[in-house]
């Protein structure tokens, strides 16, 4: 044996732990003959005899520690008795499980809302249909089939344009943008306007609205005013058609762009 | 410790376990007495304070008193399952409150620190009372690195086996051992260096070994 291997030995020597009684011996013989290796393995000992004596000194933990545990156990007893009250009486929540809570709570609510506008905005659209006055409101309170697109359509103002004046824009807020004003107003029409007989609109159980471009000028054979300046600017109408495929009912809508120019606001177009 | 001690000692606490479940007070009692000083020792000894030992003791309990039915013997002794909270729980305070001992370099207690160390005194512990060597142990075991410090604690203070050490420290055995064999080497120095400041120390000369 050398000193190298004496070295990787003489901590479990010290510790009196080497497995093997030969090696031991060998080590034991080792350091008898070496001065240097004798000294390592006299303070290895000397270690080892101080962790003993460390080891065997006691310390318990303060009196009062076992007093509180004793009454928190005697609490959890007398608590497991009255069943759930107690386990939420208990329950101390960690700040990471306050969060996901409070994160959930948040998706939960914004779910519940996304469900209520979607909901809203459908109800909204088949009151306003339903509620359109004019001679063929019978036929329109049919069951109406809309397209994806047509759902922002609400209730049609008697007077369009005065609907806006309202909204004039205050200076010290920000102003939205145009999609942002378009996506939250309600699109503004006209009454449905008949385009066959009322016998037919009579047997009408079902339709579908279907948005289209017209020329401005269309607007004029329907008894409508339109902007003369505005003349070359098509003009959107929803076209009710029946299960027949035959166009049943007309309405125009009103242009956002035309709207701004009508209440005298800047349009960022 | 003996085996089959340790299998009694086992069964026993496990039969405690039960009766906690069963909302036994007296059995709980008899547990805490019976762990409550080296779980408080290990937090006090690794941690260096007195408040995180009180707690951590104070939560291992609460650990045990709860979850009492959790405990599965398959899995290990209690002794160990008892170590592993015990550690785990100081671990998590240490990591919370940032209390670590100053780092040392690696190369800190180099080969040549070891030469001197042969080369100062025989017996560098000698001049201590056994009172003084052990106060001078604890205060030099808190100046070691956490990964040291723990071993000492496990298997010098608790004197637990390298296995079960490693069972408690959650790596491999060979990783303890050399561990614990560094951990040596830097409080001899420390302890040496404590000596040293009192008195001189003689010079010896060079250790010389051809065998």
New interface residues.
């Given amino acids: 044996m050398n000193c190298t291997h004496f070295e990787t030995l003489v901590q479990d020597l010290a510790r009196e732990c080497l497995a093997e009684e030969t090696v031991n011996a060998q080590a034991v013989e080792h350091a008898a003959s070496c001065p240097g290796c004798a000294r390592r393995l006299a303070a290895e000992k000397a270690l080892t005899a101080i962790f003993r004596h460390a080891a065997s000194e006691k310390e318990d933990a303060p009196p009062r520690i076992e007093a509180a545990l004793i009454s928190s156990f005697r609490e959890r007893r007398e608590g497991s008795s009255q069943g759930v009250a107690w386990w939420f009486m208990s329950w101390r929540p960690s700040p990471l499980s306050v969060r996901v809570a409070l994160l959930l709570v948040g998706i939960l609510l914004s779910a519940v809302y996304i469900q209520v506008r979607h909901f809203a905005g459908q109800t909204g659209t088949r009151s306003a249909i339903q509620s359109t006055p004019g001679p063929q409101a019978g036929v329109l309170q049919a069951t109406v089939k809309e397209s994806a697109a047509d759902r922002g359509v609400s209730q049609a103002p008697p007077t369009p344009t005065a609907a806006h004046m309202d909204a004039s824009p205050s200076k010290n807020r920000r102003q939205p943008s145009d999609a942002q004003m378009n996506a939250a107003q309600p699109e503004v029409a006209t009454d449905f306007i008949a385009l066959t007989s009322a016998a037919e609109l009579s047997s009408m159980e079902s339709g579908q609205l279907v948005r289209v471009m017209l020329p401005r000028s269309s607007m004029a054979s329907f008894g409508l005013p339109f902007n003369q300046e505005l003349r070359e600017k098509p003009v959107a109408a929803q076209v009710l058609i029946g299960q027949d495929g035959v166009a049943r009912a007309i309405r125009f809508l009103q242009d956002p762009d035309v709207r701004f120019v009508q209440i005298g606001m800047q349009s960022k177009r | 410790m003996d085996p089959r001690q340790m299998a009694l000692d086992d069964a026993a606490d496990l039969e405690l376990l039960k009766r906690i479940s069963d909302?036994e007070?007296a059995a709980?009692?008899t547990l805490?007495?019976r762990w409550?000083?080296i779980?408080?020792?290990c937090a006090?000894r690794i941690s260096g304070t007195t408040p995180i030992?009180?707690d951590v003791?104070?939560e291992v309990?609460?650990a045990l008193?709860?979850g009492a039915s959790r405990f599965d013997p398959g899995r290990g002794s209690f002794a160990s399952y008892v170590h592993g909270m015990t550690r785990n729980h100081v671990m998590r305070r240490i990591t919370r409150e940032r209390i670590f001992a100053p780092f040392l370099d690696d190369g800190e207690m180099s080969g040549s620190d070891?030469g001197n160390?042969?080369r100062r005194t025989?017996?560098?512990?000698?001049d201590l009372t056994?009172k003084e060597?052990?106060e001078s142990?604890?205060q030099a075991i808190m100046t070691l690195p956490l990964r040291y410090r723990e071993v000492v604690v496990w298997c010098?203070?608790?004197?637990l086996?390298y296995a079960e050490a490693a069972l408690v420290i959650g790596c491999p055995e060979g990783t303890v051992?050399s561990r614990?064999?560094r951990a040596?080497s830097l409080?001899?120095a420390k302890?040496?260096d404590r000596t040293s400041e009192d008195a001189p120390v003689p010079k010896i000369g060079p250790?010389?070994?051809l065998?």
Avoid: I, K, W
């Fill in positions: 909302g007070e709980f009692v805490y007495r409550q000083g779980v408080y020792r006090l030992a009180e003791t104070q309990f609460l008193m709860n070891s160390l042969l025989p017996d560098p512990l000698g056994h060597s052990v142990l604890h010098e203070l608790e004197e086996s051992r614990l064999h040596r409080l001899l302890l040496r250790a010389r070994c065998s």
